[in-house]
Each structure stands twice: as C-alpha cells, then as structure tokens.
C-alpha cells in the first residue's frame, strides 16, 4: 500500500491528500440554547447551501429523570411539524460497576411512518451530573426528488437506580420530497433543562 503525501506540513492545513483534492469544509451556522425550554426549534439556515447539515448535541439536560431525546420535521420552515418519519434504533449499554453490558435493538423507540415527534435516544438522567452529547446528520435536505436520511448517535447517562453508560444509534428518513427546512428537539417529558445545539452546513 503506497504512502499518502500531504501537500503541505501539517494534516490540519492539508488541502489535498494524494491526488484526492476538496476536502470540504464544515461551515459553522447556529448555536440554539436552552434554557427550562419546552422545544428547541431551529428554523433558519437549513437551505440548499449544503448537501449535509450536522447538528452537534452538547451536554443536554433533562429536567424530567429517563426522558427520551426526540426530534420532529417540518416543510414550511416551523409553521407546521409533522412530517411522516420511519427509524431504526439500537442501543449499547454497561452499568458504572461494569455488570449489564448488551447490545440490543430498542424495537420500542422505533417509529414507522410517525408524524409525531421521535427518539433518538432512550432515557436520559436528570441528576445534576448527568447529560447527553452526540450529534445528528441530515442528508441533502433541500432534494425535492428524494426522501431525507438521517444518522444520529447519542452518548448518554442514563440515571435509573445505577446509572448507565448508554449510547443510541439511530438511523432513519423523513418520507417526503419536500424539502425539510426546519428542525424542532424536545424531550418527550418535560423542558430541556440546559444544554446547546450547534449546527454547522457540510460543503
């Protein structure tokens, strides 16, 4: 296998890679704060500047103990939600004294075709040390020919009597061809106590 040869001196400033050219770049856009907030709705600067948007999940709080992380889409930039929604969820988990380790497909937070906000994550602790981070990739979502995938992961802890490592997967689509122009998170119990989300557009 042949050595790769940077253009330049650091990995950082590289440019090229090789004869691969156009790394892209992450282009940084909104950050959205919570604060005792029942929804945190992202409404502008989802357009078709970028084929890829990443949404960054920074220490999140919930202010109900085991509320789920969910999220839910809108075509008419946040008048109206409820775009019809299929995903896919899979969870890893292990208690703090090492015991309960498995992987396993949580078929109960999967939806199929909901207009309802969803779960991207199983239940979150609300101790005050507790929080989830991770992030969510949002494919093309100005494609008026094709549904819109998504990826998010979710690295949490999870406070039901010994707390949980956890960490959610979860993959699906809203099925429309409209364009998906506004995003809206949410616990499914109770305000999102603190936390930010950062969004950033992928050239």
């Not at 970028?50 to 109900?64: L, S």
């Not at 909901?114 to 005050?128: L, R, V, W, Y």
């Not at 020919?145 to 809203?174: D, E, W």
């Amino acid at each position: 296998m042949a050595l790769v040869k940077l253009n330049n001196n650091g990995v950082k400033n590289a440019t090229a890679f090789g004869s691969i050219t156009g790394l892209g770049d992450l282009t940084f856009i909104s950050r959205s704060t919570a604060s005792s907030s029942a929804t945190v709705s992202i409404t502008s600067g989802i357009t078709s500047t970028y084929k890829e948007y990443i949404f960054v999940f920074n220490n999140i709080h919930p202010a109900t103990n085991a509320a789920k992380f969910s999220l839910i889409g809108s075509t008419d930039g946040g008048s109206n939600y409820g775009v019809a929604t299929t995903t896919s969820m899979i969870e890893a988990l292990v208690d703090e004294s090492g015991n309960s380790g498995e992987v396993r497909y949580e078929d109960g937070d999967d939806v199929a075709q909901s207009t309802s906000a969803f779960p991207i994550s199983t239940g979150i602790g609300s101790d005050n040390d507790e929080s989830l981070s991770g992030f969510l990739h949002l494919f093309e979502p100005s494609s008026t020919t094709f549904v819109k995938h998504f990826l998010s992961t979710i690295q949490s802890a999870n406070g039901s009597g010994t707390p949980f490592c956890v960490s959610n997967r979860t993959s699906g689509y809203f099925n429309t061809t409209s364009a998906i122009t506004a995003i809206q998170f949410s616990f499914n119990s109770g305000n999102i106590d603190s936390g930010t989300i950062d969004m950033y557009g992928v050239n």
